[in-house]
């Protein structure tokens, strides 16, 4: 089989790019070896995953189920040969991001670009450690946006947002690493969770940035809870009448947690929430968005539909204590 010059020009700008979005982004890109305290005193290994540095002096974003647990610490190991001892400054299992801060400065932070601007077919390039080896580069293109993926804190389950599917390989021990663009700005934090069989990445975004700058602020990420499990429903052809041929569906009450804000409020099970502090409400992932830090002890007026009756309810949200 002969190679055309053409498809030889191609394949070899294909290469500058990721050898070029590699030489600038595997120096922001740490190796995280990841210890418990155990029971006499000393240090268990209990994983491995990666970092981004953001700042230059020590503060390194992962995935939050690289270091979720009691008394994570470890090491961070860079490409200049540098290992620095690493502690957990926040983490927050709803999003899967946790916040580090290493004993070190000079770090070379990583570019953060924009998620929204990403489109379907985009070249990316994945950088982190998988199975331990350090400064692993992939490359592929963005296979779908909009994915949502479960995660889970104590009881309380949440769907990240807006996730990013790409073909570029990943495996355990990228978690934590950069997903750049062909211009090696960083659009996502790849995770790579057993059992969800795709190559995902937690976004770049506001809500993404939002979340980083409370946990290095505070440590945790505060948000509203209003007490319901739900699911997304049609609305009934009379309904969609009357609120306009834009709407096509609300959240149907499955559930409401005994002496919620919701039970407060009067919501019942199969209640159909369509909207929820003045905004339009139609898949649970709209429902979580409104639930922020500054809706906590707010009054959020929701307008329900409860058999023929449209109701005006009025919720005053709680923090939400996983």
């Not at 926040?90 to 570019?111: I, Y």
């Amino acid at each position: 089989m002969t190679t055309t010059v053409d498809e030889a020009q191609a394949l070899d700008a294909y290469s500058r790019i990721v050898v070029d979005v590699a030489e600038r982004l595997a120096p922001s890109v740490a190796n995280l070896r990841v210890m418990r305290r155990g029971r006499g005193g000393g240090h268990v290994p209990v994983g491995a995953g990666s970092a981004v540095a953001l700042t230059p002096d020590g503060f390194l974003l992962t995935s939050a189920h690289v270091v979720a647990g009691p008394g994570r610490s470890g090491r961070a190991s860079f490409v200049d040969g540098r290992e620095l001892r690493f502690t957990v400054v926040g983490v927050d299992r709803l999003s899967d991001l946790a916040v580090l801060r290493v004993d070190g400065d000079s770090l070379m932070p990583a570019v953060l670009g924009e998620a929204e601007s990403v489109r379907v077919g985009q070249l990316v390039v994945a950088i982190g450690n998988p199975n331990g080896f350090a400064g692993s580069v992939t490359a592929g293109v963005v296979s779908a946006l909009g994915r949502s993926m479960p995660a889970r804190a104590g009881r309380t389950v949440r769907y990240i947002d807006n996730m990013i599917q790409t073909d570029a390989a990943l495996n355990p021990g990228n978690s934590g690493g950069a997903l750049a663009t062909s211009g090696a700005q960083v659009i996502g934090i790849n995770t790579a969770v057993a059992g969800v069989g795709l190559g995902l990445a937690v976004p770049i975004n506001a809500a993404m940035r939002r979340i980083v700058g409370a946990l290095m602020r505070d440590g945790r990420v505060r948000r509203a809870y209003i007490g319901i499990a739900g699911g997304q429903r049609p609305l009934p052809p009379r309904a969609r009448e009357r609120l306009g041929s834009g709407r096509h569906g609300g959240i149907e009450v499955t559930e409401v947690a005994s002496g919620s804000p919701a039970e407060r409020a009067g919501l019942r099970a199969e209640d159909l929430i369509v909207s929820l502090g003045g905004e339009p409400v139609e898949r649970v992932d709209d429902v979580q968005r409104l639930m922020t830090e500054e809706a906590i002890g707010r009054q959020l007026s929701a307008t329900v539909l409860r058999g023929d009756q449209q109701l005006e309810l009025e919720l005053r949200p709680v923090e939400l204590r996983s």
